[in-house]
């Protein structure tokens, strides 16, 4: 069936508001793209909000009458009589492959690959992590976990004990256990987080014993990691760091994540009281602070 599709520029804060106003007027899908085309795969780390200047695209089938889909949307308060928008007819394809074809495996580090179900690996004798993009944050696409991968790449994880702080889809987690970690304990406070961190790891043939999850109520305060992983925002980071600090083992490795270049100062300072800090890592706009257990 060909296809007929609306496409809104319009600012972060608008978008999902417009996108739920187009799912009415009964678009078949959603899309939401930057002013460089990126699809979204997820959302800033902690965040729903999108980018400041932002497309939102609507597919309808061809036979709608967009002229009143028009006239509908301009009665919404986000978008007004005149808003500015493009309708264009489409060739008919396979939107959902489309999408697909945008999420390839990517390398992190020597040995690490994410792979989506949907390819071959390229690299079949490479720890290969099978995951495809859901409800929780991380997919290996953002700069925060890509710089978490990499350094857990870099070490040797035999028989280590893992924690990994914020493990959102567990990408991190399921990454050390395929590395050669021992056990990792998962800490959400998003339940969906946890959910999607056990069927990642059982998609990845991790047995249930070597990947526990909990809330942080329910933490436990007895772990000595090996290894601590936080791939969390600086508040978090800033007000749990004694916490963190108190999870990792003497000669114990860490890594904080999800900082923000301006904010790499004020955390080593925090983590310095605890920790032999390396130089800071940087990728974009962000950096990842990794050190040592004194
Ligand atoms: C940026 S995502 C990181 C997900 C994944 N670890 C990665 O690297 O892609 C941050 C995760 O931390 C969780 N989070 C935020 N604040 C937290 C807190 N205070 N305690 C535990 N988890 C938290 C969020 O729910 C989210 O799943």
């Known amino acids: 069936m060909p296809w007929i599709q609306i496409r809104i520029n319009t600012t972060g804060e608008q978008a999902e508001t417009i996108g739920d106003h187009l799912t009415e007027t009964g678009a078949v899908s959603v899309t939401f793209v930057d002013a460089q085309d990126t699809p979204v795969f997820e959302p800033l780390p902690g965040e729903t909000r999108l980018w400041g200047d932002t497309d939102v695209i609507g597919l309808y089938d061809a036979i709608t009458d967009m002229k009143l889909i028009v006239n509908l949307l301009e009665a919404q308060p986000e978008l ?36 989506p179900s949907w390819h071959e690996a390229p690299e079949p004798e490479a720890v290969n992590v099978l995951l495809d993009p859901g409800l929780a944050f991380g997919t290996g696409t953002h700069p925060t976990t890509a710089l978490c991968l990499e350094w857990l790449d870099s070490l040797d994880m035999s028989e280590s004990q893992v924690v990994d702080f914020g493990c959102g889809s567990g990408i991190l987690a399921v990454a050390a256990l395929k590395l050669g970690a021992k056990h990792c304990v998962g800490i959400d406070i998003d339940p969906q987080a946890l959910t999607a961190s056990r069927d990642n790891a059982g998609r990845n043939g991790i047995e ?15 772990v000595q990691a090996d290894v601590l992983i936080a791939n969390i925002l600086a508040g978090p980071l800033r007000e749990l760091a004694p916490v963190i600090a108190s999870l990792v083992k003497p000669g114990g490795k860490l890594a904080l994540s999800g900082l923000l270049l301006e904010q790499n100062e004020e955390l080593r300072e925090i983590y310095s009281q605890w920790f032999d800090l390396d130089d800071t890592a940087t990728m974009e706009d962000w950096c990842r602070i990794t050190g040592v257990k004194r």
């Open 208 to 222: 249930e014993s070597r990947f526990e999850l909990f809330l942080p109520k329910d933490q436990p305060t007895d």
């Open 80 to 115: 007004g009589p005149g808003f500015t928008h493009k309708v264009e007819a489409l060739e008919d394809k396979d939107w959902e492959r489309e999408w697909m074809d945008n999420f390839k495996p990517m390398q992190f580090g020597k040995r690490l690959w994410i792979c």
